[in-house]
């Protein structure tokens, strides 16, 4: 099996046996790093599409195509398992693509993509054309979604589904809201009681009314469908106050994984240091213990993708840099590994 390693796309994956072939999204395109089996040493295999930035990499279970989103360069497709990626946009008003989902919803699969500025679009036909999800724009807050940097426009940053009705989708909008939608995308409601600089909203796997929102003030946890919602990490805290990626175990997701940055990205552009933690939970998320066992403590660099598979009693985490590196643990990180691939 082939996985995607990505800050925008599927971010964790449940397998028959632990995959051999990782796609990386990288600012040069997608890499292809390789190994002829588990334990076996990784390899760069080959690079695509490198005239684009790579946002997001799905893969779409029933027809085996890759898609994946780019900035400046909308979505792409691959029915090569990723050696060659073809344009699909019709009915794209937007360029940046900046997050991807798939799910099959009422017997058909929709392909859906986020994008800067914030707008959503579902393709119902493997992205040969794309519709708009327009009422996404038109929940109260919209005219205050904006972002730090330059352009200073909110994006949506990562899509959802509650696992017992697809037609439940959740945006999480860099910076703006945490919005739901009970109807496919049609129309939308704003989820209010957590910090709205939202980076995604993860849902446990087997009770949708548990939602755990990865926000730039920590993790918000909320057991009642975002009615409620309580502060489980501050931006004090040790093992990162701007969290971002967070991943969990499917057969067992008390077990969690989450990166988060030692401050706002406003910081890392003057002190060129993001102080990168990864941290581990095995109650949930309520308390986190911080990973090092061969890993640096405070990365330099911010960890921008972060993925894990599980693959029976193998599970293995991946994480990826702006520094062009990719990290993994095929041990639940008890210990360390150097990078299995470093941008040269």
Known sequence: ??????????????????????LVGTREGVVAI????????????????????ISSIIKEPESGLLFAGAFKGGVLVSADEGKSWQARNHGMSQEDVYSLAVKNIDGRTHLFAGTEPAHLFVSEDLGANWRELANLRSVPSVANWSFPAPPHIGHVKHINFDPDNPNTIYASIEVGALLRSTDGGESWEEITGLYEDVHRLMIHPSNGNFLYAVTGRGLYASQERGAQWEQ??????????????????P?????????????????????????????????????????????????????????????????????ATTAGEVIYS???????????????
């Open 1 to 22: 099996m082939t996985i995607g390693l990505s800050h925008g796309g599927t971010t964790i994956y449940s397998s028959t046996a632990p995959s051999n072939r990782v």
């Open 34 to 53: 390789e190994r002829d089996a588990p334990g076996a040493t990784w390899r760069v295999s080959h690079r695509a599409a490198i005239e684009k930035h």
């Open 232 to 249: 489980w990490t501050r931006r004090e805290d040790d093992i990162g106050g701007y969290p971002d990626g967070l991943v969990f175990r």
């Open 251 to 319: 057969s067992d997701p008390k077990l969690m994984f989450m990166t988060a940055a030692h401050d706002a990205p406003g910081t890392w552009r003057k002190s060129h240091f993001a102080g990168a933690r990864i941290s581990r939970s095995q109650d949930g998320g309520r308390s986190w213990e911080i990973l090092k066992n061969g890993l640096p403590d405070r990365l330099q660099a911010s960890i921008e993708a972060f993925c894990l598979e599980e693959a029976g009693a193998s599970t293995e985490i991946f994480a």
């Open 330 to 344: 095929n041990d639940l990180a008890a210990r360390g590994r150097s990078p299995i691939f470093t941008k040269r």
